[in-house]
C-alpha cells in the first residue's frame, strides 16, 4: 500500500480525512487517528514528504555538517542534537566535509535542495560565496567554529581560557619548558588554543621549537610531533595538547615506547573518552561540555525555524566553559615532589 488514496480506499475513509490523522490533526476524532495509524503501519506506508510540502507542508529534517565524523567530540555531540531535534519530530542528517570548503559546499546544495529545515554547521576556514549564500536563505546556527561570514548565531567551546588553564596547570607544578602540539593557528580553532596557551605563559618568553602544529584530525601527527620534541637537546617537561586525534595518537606512542609518564615529561590532553582515565596513570585532561553545547544549539535552531526566517536572526553567540580534569599524567618536573590537585575549572568569557 504505496499512498495515502489507497490507504484511504481500504479504511473507506476520504483521502483528506486519511491525510490529517497521519498529520495528527486535533480535527479527527482520537479514535480514527489510531485507526489510520495502525493500519498505516501495519501495511508500511511511508508518507510523501515532498507531495506533503507543495501542499504547504514542512521538512522534518535538519541537517548536520561537521568536518569529521570519527570525532568522538563531535559523535557525543550528534546524539545530544538528535535526541534534542526528534523530541520536536525533526530527523537529523549528517554530512561530513573532512574541512574541504568545496565538499562543504556539496553538501549544503544537497541538504538544501532537500528542503532542508534547518542546518547546523561545523564550519570550514574559507567557506565558499555560494556556502556564505545559500545559508543566508536558510535557518542556520554555528556549532564548535564559527565563521563570521556565516552569520552571528554560534555555540562554542571557551578553548582560549581551557588551554589557559591547562598550561597554568603545568606551571603552577614547577614546569618552565612547555611544549605544545595542535591545530595549526591557520585555523579558528588552532588560533583560539594557542591564544590560550600563550597567555599563560605571557611573563615567560616562550620557546618557538617546543610548538610543532599539523592536521588536528590526524594521529600520526601526533606521534611524529612528539617524537621531533623528544628529540630535542633540552626537550620539554611538560607538553599541552590541541585536538583529540592528536591526544590518541600521543598516548599511542607513549604506549609503544615504553615512556614513563609523569616520570619523564607531564601530559596535558584535549577531550576526556571514557578510556583516558584508565590509561596509565590516568590523563590530565580538558573537558569539553559537547552533549550541553549541541543541545543549546538544537533548542536554538529548533527556536529560530519556528520563527521561519534566516535572514532576520538577531545576533546571538554563546561560549561554554569546559574543565581541567587532573590525574595522574600531570606531575612537577623531574626531581621535584607533587601533590594532589582537584578538578579546575575553565571559566567562560560570557556571552555574546
Keep these: 500500500m504505496k499512498t495515502a488514496k489507497e490507504l484511504a480506499k481500504h479504511l473507506n475513509l476520504s483521502v483528506s480525512t486519511v491525510g490529517r490523522a497521519l498529520a495528527n490533526d486535533s480535527r479527527i476524532s482520537v479514535k480514527t487517528r489510531q485507526l489510520v495509524m495502525k493500519e498505516a503501519e501495519r501495511f508500511g506506508y511511508v508518507a510523501n514528504r515532498a507531495a506533503q510540502m507543495m501542499r504547504g507542508g514542512s521538512s522534518k529534517l535538519v541537517g548536520l555538517v561537521l568536518s569529521d565524523l570519527g570525532n568522538s567530540q563531535y559523535s557525543i555531540g550528534a546524539h545530544a542534537l538528535s535526541k534534542t531535534l526528534e523530541a520536536e519530530g525533526y530527523q537529523l542528517v549528517l554530512s561530513e566535509t573532512n574541512d574541504d570548503p568545496d565538499a562543504e559546499l556539496r553538501q549544503l546544495r544537497e541538504l538544501i535542495s532537500a528542503s532542508a529545515a534547518g542546518i547546523v554547521i561545523t564550519p570550514t576556514k574559507n567557506p565558499r560565496p555560494e556556502t556564505i549564500r545559500l ?38 607544578l614547577g614546569h618552565q619548558r612547555i611544549g605544545y602540539i595542535g591545530p595549526p593557528p591557520s585555523t579558528f580553532v588552532g588560533e583560539e588554543r594557542l591564544n590560550g596557551f600563550r597567555m599563560a605563559q605571557m611573563s615567560a618568553a616562550i620557546d618557538e621549537e617546543l610548538m610543532v602544529f599539523g592536521p588536528g584530525a590526524s594521529s600520526e601527527f601526533g606521534r611524529a610531533a612528539l617524537r621531533q620534541l623528544l628529540a630535542l637537546t633540552e626537550p620539554p617537561t611538560g607538553i599541552v595538547l590541541g585536538s583529540l586525534q592528536i591526544t590518541r595518537g600521543i598516548l599511542d606512542e607513549v604506549i609503544d615506547q615504553g615512556l614513563k609518564i609523569p616520570e619523564q615529561f607531564s601530559v596535558v590532553g584535549f577531550g576526556d573518552e571514557p578510556g583516558f582515565r584508565w590509561w596509565q596513570p590516568g590523563l590530565t585532561t580538558i573537558s569539553v561540555p559537547n552533549s550541553e553545547i549541541a543541545t543549546a544549539c538544537g533548542l536554538w535552531l529548533l527556536h529560530q525555524m519556528k520563527k521561519g526566517s534566516a535572514a532576520s536572526s538577531a545576533p546571538f553567540g554563546s561560549v561554554t566553559p569546559g574543565e581541567l580534569v587532573v590525574r595522574g599524567s600531570s606531575g612537577p618536573p623531574p626531581g621535584r615532589i607533587s601533590l594532589p590537585r582537584p578538578a579546575v575549572p575553565c571559566k567562560a568569557q560570557g556571552m555574546s
Design 135 to 172: 545559508l543566508k536563505s536558510t535557518p542556520h546556527v554555528q556549532w564548535i567554529r564559527r565563521h563570521p561570514s556565516l552569520g552571528e548565531q554560534w555555540f562554542c567551546f571557551d578553548n582560549v581560557k581551557a588551554f589557559e588553564a591547562g598550561t597554568r596547570h603545568l606551571i603552577a
